[in-house]
């Protein structure tokens, strides 16, 4: 459920050691002329053409596209004028034009329908691709430009959009390293070639580690109520594993989570619990802890370098919650009740673990178990008696319903629009008479498509020299296709996905600014799931139910009653779903707040950390250091808190509504949507006060999570 770029953009790191192949741009300029993706498109809205794109055209597009900018680069460089916002930030902030219409289709369709002609686009151009971005942020003669835009900003006399966008181009300017001189620049580069290619390391010995190990059993009583389908994928894994018979379990989370929470063997639940606990950290080749203690002694040298205290300054320097210590600040308020809560669990659980007979202490490995039979036992709720309330198209309407009472946008399909895919549903979105921006929507899993759900831009919207260009969306999802005449029916929190991404969609359309890097999602990391998250909200409300979650034989509502029991069932153990999340987030600031580059013994290091917050020894943060992919293998190091940041914004915003007693309070919605316009083009922590007047609250995440009353 991220945003895709984000994704995308770290895929481009991450891939920016591998070489690049000759090429010859000059070779195929006449081509070019032909190729559909540079031309100008003559469709409604503008609309990639894409029953004219074939596959093999994006690679020489890209490739063209990057001839055109560094051109645009070059010119802004030759300028004999005075540098001035004119004639370099704004030069510099709708150069690539071509390169930005190309990628964003080329990133929205490779996700969504891949082939093998896209995926090698992919590796070839992702290092290309960064070298060209590398370049142009480390080019001194065009930092100088900006530098003497930006030490003059007072005297400019810019907008504040303006300004915003000055200085967040400073900013990454000098993040990227063009500012560091000397000795400290080739330093610096060994540093990044240093952490691209450990992290690199990280990931493959993990998934080396995870797929190593098994737990196997040939005795059927070990499976304890395990599903069906879940039986017959162990028993087809232990073929694959080369067992003649039996079943496997492995460390991945759709095969090790159903294990832990139905097998009545507490040894094998044990030994798998430990596996998975243990991965890079058996001393063996693929070990991860000297990995974990270079990189993080490599991060805070290189934000010395750049001038930060630590890794977190410098990563939260474009965050909303700007200093560690922000984070740490939250994350104090919400810690206690949360292991007060889990450690009351744990009690409850050791106890039935007593009166079944079991003479042992209670364990890591025990805990999922009691959790599913207590949600069994006492709430009687099985998800897939949501289904038939949620067919997929009637939600798609509630979303569009949901948008239409708050914000007066209404959506018109487009049946004749060319798709990359015949399930895409592409619509027109509307305000009265006026276009906003068209949306693609594709719901059903295939082999082309990559897992989970998402939004992204092919177009961001923006306003420069006159010109308006709408915005166009996509959200994609996986949900099972209709078969026959079985409709696609979604469970509930499926429904709730479509609320999720259609957040998204909106804060892209909705976006009304002047420049396309400050535009719709391109906010800050810690605030882009805000608006997703809080539409979820709404999606459950009674209001809104009524008026799509309709049982597609019968039409009648969803009953208020199921609701509850769902609610009951999935919110009972969010004591220990808190602390586990919260635990690796210290984990995360922990590491990331070192202050010198002394290695650190890992094992001891996160011992120390986990005491001090007084985690409890039957939970694990919800990742080790050594299996901790989004921080050494991810883009998210010091920003695991994000999820948590978002959930308390959205939380205080609904709650801002609900307060007014009306979810759809004009007034309110009016200002909301007034902050997603906004996009990017102020600072997160702005963009909320504007909205809500005050800075953001963590009372109502107290009470939505049951931590107080
Ligand atoms: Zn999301």
Redesign the pocket.
């Known amino acids: 459920?991220?945003?895709l770029s984000i994704l995308l953009f770290t895929v481009v790191l991450l891939l920016s050691s591998c070489n690049s192949e000759n090429k010859d741009p000059n070779k195929t300029t006449k081509e070019m002329t032909k190729n559909p993706l540079l031309v100008k498109w003559d469709t409604p809205f503008g609309v990639p053409p894409f029953d004219k794109i074939k596959s093999e055209d994006y690679l020489p597009a890209l490739r063209q596209a990057i001839v055109l900018h560094n051109k645009e680069i070059k010119s802004i460089l030759n300028n004999t004028e005075k540098a001035s916002f004119k004639n370099t930030i704004e030069a510099l902030e709708i150069s690539g034009a071509d390169l930005k219409k190309v990628s964003g289709v080329f990133f929205a369709i490779e996700a969504a329908n891949t082939n093998k002609i896209l995926k090698e686009t992919s590796k070839t151009m992702a290092p290309e691709l960064t070298a060209h971005f590398d370049e142009i942020q480390l080019n001194t003669n065009l930092f100088n430009r900006i530098k003497s835009v930006y030490k003059q900003k007072e005297k400019l006399n810019l907008s504040a959009e303006e300004l915003h966008l000055l200085n967040e181009t400073y900013k990454n300017y000098v993040q990227a390293g063009v500012n560091v001189e000397g000795k400290d620049k080739e330093r610096l580069k060994q540093i990044n070639k240093k952490l691209a290619s450990l992290s690199i390391k990280f990931g493959t010995n993990l998934l080396d580690e995870t797929n190593s190990f098994e737990v196997h059993t040939n005795t059927k009583k070990d499976l304890g109520n395990l599903s069906e389908s879940l039986i017959a994928l162990a028993a087809d894994e232990a073929k694959k594993r080369g067992h003649e018979t039996g079943w496997s379990f492995t460390l991945q989370r759709p095969s090790i989570n159903p294990f832990l929470e139905t097998s009545p063997n507490r040894t094998m639940r044990e030994k798998l619990f430990q596996g998975y606990a243990m991965r890079g950290n058996n001393d063996n080749e693929k070990d991860n802890k000297a990995i974990v203690s270079e990189m993080t002694s490599l991060r805070a040298e290189k934000a010395k370098l750049l001038g930060y205290p630590t890794w977190a300054d410098k990563v939260l320097a474009n965050r909303m919650a700007a200093t560690p210590k922000k984070v740490y600040d939250l994350m104090d308020q919400l810690w206690p009740s949360a292991l007060a809560m889990a450690k009351k669990d744990r009690n409850t659980f050791a106890k039935m673990m007593k009166d079944e007979g079991i003479k042992d202490t209670f364990r890591g490995s025990d805990w999922r178990y009691y959790v599913a039979k207590v949600r069994a036992e006492r709430y009687d709720f099985n998800e897939e008696e949501t289904r038939p309330y949620f067919e997929f198209n009637n939600v798609r309407d509630g979303a569009f319903k949901l948008a239409n009472t708050l914000f007066g946008l209404e959506f018109k399909p487009l049946k004749t629009i060319p798709t990359w895919h015949k399930d895409q549903q592409v619509f027109e979105v509307l305000e009265g008479n006026k276009h906003i921006g068209v949306i693609y929507m594709d719901f059903f899993a295939r082999e082309s498509k990559r897992g989970g759900a998402?939004?992204n831009e092919v177009r961001m919207q923006s306003n420069v020299n006159g010109k308006y260009v709408t915005p166009i969306v996509t959200n994609n999802f996986n949900f099972p296709a209709p078969s026959g005449d079985k409709p696609s029916l979604l469970s509930f929190s499926e429904a709730q996905t479509v609320f999720?991404?259609f957040?998204?969609a909106l804060h892209g359309l909705l976006s009304n600014v002047k420049y396309a890097s400050l535009s719709g999602t391109n906010v800050p990391r810690d605030f882009?799931?805000f608006p997703?998250?809080v539409m979820e909200n709404w999606m459950s409300e009674p209001q809104v139910l009524a008026t799509y979650a309709k049982h597609y034989k019968t039409g009648k509502v969803i009953p208020k009653a199921l609701i509850e029991k769902m609610n009951k069932a999935n919110n009972f153990d969010v004591g220990f779903r808190t602390v586990e999340y919260m635990a690796a987030t210290y984990l995360d600031l922990n590491w990331h707040t070192l202050t010198n580059t002394k290695k650190q013994a890992v094992n001891t290091f996160e011992k120390a950390a986990m005491h001090k917050i007084g985690l409890i020894k039957e939970i694990l943060p919800r990742y080790r250091s050594t299996y901790y992919a989004h921080i050494f293998s991810g883009g998210y190091s010091a920003g695991y808190y994000s999820y948590l940041w978002s959930e308390v914004l959205d939380a205080d915003t609904f709650n801002e509504f609900k307060k007014t007693g009306n979810i759809f309070d004009k007034n309110l919605a009016k200002k909301y949507r007034a902050m997603l316009a906004a996009g990017g083009s102020k600072s997160g922590m702005d963009l909320y006060k504007d909205f809500i007047g005050r800075d953001p609250k963590i009372g109502p995440l107290l009470i939505k999570k049951g931590f107080k009353k």
């Open positions: 459920m991220y945003k998402w939004m999720h991404e957040g998204h882009v799931e997703s998250q």
